[in-house]
């Protein structure tokens, strides 16, 4: 069993990532979707395998598409072409890559804030503009709002940037509701671009649909993003795939390969598509802990504060409205109690009252995170 509970704050200090470096070191940092947990052993003894040997060209993408086809079959129950996948650096570069060729500059780019904060960016530097249709938010959770979104749709939007699972929220969409989706924006020529960057880490009982499964027997162009790198711990290391499923999408996506995807990535994604599965497995199982720990220690610590545990990732969207704490909480936090969560108001602008929490770390780590929160009050 990979030993999730062994970590230590000050052999993580030792770290050189954005998450253990931005921060003064009297501050816990819970920000950033970067894991604490040390690599699965694949991955590590393919990455060791690659510096003993030097390996440090420019990489070779052969039989990543291949890696990743039965990794989806295996986990999701997707059968898809691997001549439809294309290796990119990582998904925002993904995106952009797609909005420059399949979108003309000025064009609206559909988003569901509250949503994850690059994608403002991203869809600015290429020169689109984003219509935000929020997400409603009602006693059983967070949805979509249809009428909203359709009316997007017909009134000219050329794509939707669909985050599935979604990012803040950890929510799995219904097969209905994508089936849904697919079918307004085939209705009214709608690109769809899903990023799936967070579905190999769905926890049971919630059951994650590829988008492209239920968008290419309706015909509604759609392309799929997706990566190793949160589920295995890998983001700096620049290996994503995009995903066509149809013929169609397939040619327009031929031109999107990147040299700049990074050979230790490519390595390491092959390890654990191919072999990560058991490390995946038990990271679930840990994760399922500790979201349902983080319940308990909001409900002692913090019982002002609204949460509803996510289905996928290790990402929590907590509502601060009752704590008093002003327009920025996340601010105050850090001020107060030296932990380092992600601002809410960057998700969307009617999410001030709300921070990000990671929680992928030890349970102890979590525990001490919630306590330190707790003396902000």
């Not at 880490?201 to 509604?220: G, K, N, Q, S």
């Not at 890998?234 to 990147?258: N, Q, S, W, Y």
């Not at 220690?297 to 704490?325: I, M």
Request: aromatic share 8%.
């Amino acid at each position: 069993m990979p030993a999730f509970d062994d970590l230590s704050i000050g052999e993580l200090r030792k770290r050189r990532s954005a998450k253990w470096t931005t921060y003064p070191p009297d501050v816990v940092p819970a920000w950033v979707a970067e894991m604490d947990f040390p690599l699965a052993e694949p991955v590590r003894a393919a990455l060791l395998d690659a510096i003993a040997h030097d390996d440090c060209g420019y990489a070779n993408t052969a039989g990543l598409g291949e890696a990743y086809a039965r990794f989806a079959r295996q986990r999701f129950g997707w059968t898809l072409d691997p001549r439809g996948v294309v290796a990119i650096p990582d998904v925002l570069v993904g995106i952009a890559a797609i909005l420059q060729a399949l979108a003309k500059p000025g064009d609206r780019v559909v988003v569901n804030s509250p949503v994850y904060p690059p994608f403002y960016r991203v869809v600015g530097e290429a020169q689109r503009r984003i219509e935000d249709v929020p997400l409603l938010r009602g006693e059983s959770g967070w949805e979509l709002d249809f009428p909203s979104l359709e009316r997007a749709f017909a009134g000219g939007a050329a794509v939707y940037l669909l985050c599935s699972p979604h990012n803040p929220l950890g929510k799995v969409f219904a097969a209905a509701t994508l089936t849904r989706i697919a079918e307004l924006a085939q209705r009214h020529g709608v690109l769809v671009i899903a990023d799936e960057i967070h579905a190999p880490l769905t926890m049971p009982p919630a059951t994650f649909v590829p988008f492209l499964t239920v968008a290419d027997p309706l015909d509604c162009d759609a392309v799929a993003l997706s990566s190793a790198s949160k589920a295995w711990n890998l983001p700096g290391l620049k290996c994503a795939l995009a995903i066509a499923g149809t013929e169609r999408m397939r040619v327009r996506l031929g031109t999107l390969a990147h040299a700049s995807v990074g050979n230790l990535g490519v390595i390491a994604s092959l390890a654990a598509f191919e072999h990560g599965a058991p490390w995946l497995d038990a990271l679930l199982g840990y994760l399922d802990g500790n979201r349902r720990l983080l319940s308990d220690l909001l409900a002692r610590e913090l019982p002002g504060v609204r949460y509803r545990e996510p289905q996928a990732s290790y990402l929590a969207w907590l509502d601060c409205t009752a704590l008093g704490l002003g327009a920025d909480p996340m601010s105050v936090f850090l001020e107060r109690s030296r932990v380092a969560l992600t601002r809410g108001r960057d998700f969307g602008p009617q999410s001030a009252a709300f921070v990000r929490l990671n929680m992928g770390t030890s349970a102890a780590i979590l525990t001490e995170i919630v306590q330190r929160m707790r003396s902000a009050l």
